[in-house]
Nanobody, 129 residues
Framework: QVQLVESGGGLVQAGGSLRLSCAAS????????MGWFRQAPGKDREFVVS????????GYADSVKGRFTISRDNAKNTVYLQMNNLEPEDTAVYYC??????????????????????WGQGTQVTVSS
């Protein structure tokens, strides 16, 4: 079992930045590809970004490419999401997730939420215009 806890959300003006963290306990994260997803009110949960076990491979949704950066520190069992130049459209609850593991070292992680087994409780990000 893996427990995931997100933090770092909040209210920010458009153009601002936030850094989300996802801390894991229960098992090492190093065997899992990790992903960030988000869900806005009235919308389906959508893929944001994912990262391979070692951090060498990543995948980004087009809507966040060039603005968001995912990283991980397996020694700290933590995954990060640096969000820059935030837009009101980024407002959502952000969730981190660990896939079903163990994953190929070269897989950047899936864009399909069904590929992920463990989920955090989410952290709210609100971007005002």
């Amino acid at each position: 079992q893996v427990q995931l806890v997100e933090s770092g959300g909040g209210l920010v003006q458009a153009g601002g930045s936030l850094r989300l963290s996802c801390a894991a306990s229960g098992r090492t994260l190093s065997i899992y590809a990790m992903g960030w997803f988000r869900q806005a009110p009235g919308k389906d949960r959508e893929f944001v970004v994912s990262i391979s076990r070692s951090g060498g491979y990543t995948g980004y949704a087009d809507s966040v490419k060039g603005r968001f950066t995912i990283s991980r520190d397996n020694a700290k069992n933590t995954v990060y999401l640096q969000m820059n130049n935030l837009e009101p459209e980024d407002t959502a609850v952000y969730y981190c997730a660990a896939d079903r593991g163990p994953t190929s070292l070269y897989s950047p992680g899936s864009r399909d939420p069904n590929a992920y087994e463990y989920w955090g409780q989410g952290t709210q990000v609100t971007v005002s215009s």
